[in-house]
């Protein structure tokens, strides 16, 4: 039975790229040799990781713009400390938009004084705080452009004279933005690029070398970049697959295709959340994530029905994350139109039975 994958992470990748990355596991570019036993070094892999980092620059449009590419192991939960160590100097702000968001602080309180410009725990991160102020001179702002276990995302995003991180984990490559107007972007690989194991970051040169401390040669990204991602070993088949995703992506059209496509289905089940009695949208709607729909039973009684049609229709990875409850859709890239409309389906049939 065709599965529909809605898990939040690790994430549904497209069909063509799981078979492509299968088969170089058990022979790479025709060498005899599998993928995850040659040399990171050879220019079979060398060529792997310079084909990733030019694709995720063309992806976001960032060519030619001062931008570097690398691939990173430890998660985006290690880039919460990784940008603190190279950016941190006096003051950063935060935008605390959910557990991720708040993950981030911890860290980079380490480092020096954090000011949280705006916080939505008040109503359990259902919202996107906005007109909050942003003091001057802060060394950074860091935003989370989408909340991958609440559902919401930024749809607007701040103008600042100073530079703009974002964590783009469960968003990447999946809408247009001017993604210049950001100095740093990263992104575990596993919510919409591929397999866990390896994090996107994207840096503009510029906003290096401005912090006083001494940083281990692993926690810096200069170094890292002196290296073109190979300090040390890098996660070679997180990589290589993530380079399918993104060639896939870009033989589809890239990510305005890609957007077209991802609101679509976005549409498809908000639509149906809000017209069927029996479900309750969790984010406020202006801030809804394209990519995550939280969602609730209006009536728990329902839950066990629920659960047993989406399990006979083969709907995979549909449970809301524990600090939310109900049910989380995640609608990455590669899960196609259909695999909604099947969610929907099954939606509205509850409501006719019930
Ligand atoms: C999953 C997630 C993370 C954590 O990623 P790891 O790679 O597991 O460290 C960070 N930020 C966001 C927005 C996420 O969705």
């Known amino acids: 039975m ?11 990748l497209p069909q063509e790229v799981i078979q492509k990355a299968a ?26 990781m310079e084909n ?21 192991q430890g998660g985006a939960s290690t880039e919460f400390l990784r940008i603190a160590y190279n950016l941190l100097e006096n ?18 309180k380490l480092f020096g004084d ?4 705006g916080s939505s725990k008040d109503e359990n991160f259902n919202y996107i705080p906005k007109g909050y102020g942003i003091p001057e001179n802060l060394d950074f702002l860091h935003l989370t452009s989408n909340n991958t276990i609440f559902g919401t995302q930024i749809k607007k995003f701040p103008e600042v004279n100073f530079p703009l991180v974002c964590d783009m984990s469960s968003d990447i490559f999946s809408r247009q933005l ?16 591929g397999p866990a194991g390896t994090t996107l970051v994207v840096i503009k040169e510029d906003v290096l070398g401005k912090v006083s401390r001494q940083i281990p040669s692993m926690m810096d990204y200069a170094v890292q970049l002196g290296k073109d991602s190979m300090f040390n070993t890098p996660s070679v088949f997180a990589v290589y697959t993530s ?12 990510v305005p295709a890609i957007e077209e496509i991802n609101d679509k289905k976005a549409q498809l089940l908000y639509s149906e959340i809000d017209l069927n009695p029996l479900f309750n949208g969790y984010a406020s709607k202006e801030d809804r994530s394209t990519m995550n729909a939280t969602f609730n039973l209006s009536e728990e009684t329902l839950k066990e029905t629920f659960d047993t049609m989406c399990k006979e ?17 995640s609608m990455y890239n590669a899960l196609s139109l259909e695999s909604v409309g099947t969610l929907v389906d099954i939606m509205s049939e509850l409501e006719r039975k019930a």
């Open 2 to 12: 065709k599965k529909h994958n809605f898990s939040a992470g690790p994430c549904i």
């Open 313 to 329: 229709a083969g709907i995979n990875g549909l449970n809301g994350h524990r600090s939310v409850g109900g049910y989380r859709a």
């Open 91 to 108: 003051k950063a702000g935060y935008l605390n938009t959910g557990t991720w968001s708040s993950k981030a602080i911890k860290e980079a």
């Open 243 to 254: 380079m399918l995703t993104m060639e896939w992506l870009k033989n589809l059209g890239g």
């Open 178 to 193: 001017d993604f210049s107007k950001f100095d740093l972007i990263y992104a575990g690989a596993q919510k919409n690029m």
């Open 23 to 48: 088969e170089a596991v058990i022979d790479f570019n025709g060498l005899g040799l599998s993928l995850i036993e040659i040399s990171h070094r050879s220019k079979d892999f060398v060529d792997v």
């Open 52 to 72: 990733a980092r030019s694709l995720a620059l063309e992806l976001l449009d960032l060519e030619g713009k001062g931008y570097q590419v690398l691939f990173l």
């Open 114 to 117: 954090v000011v949280e410009v």
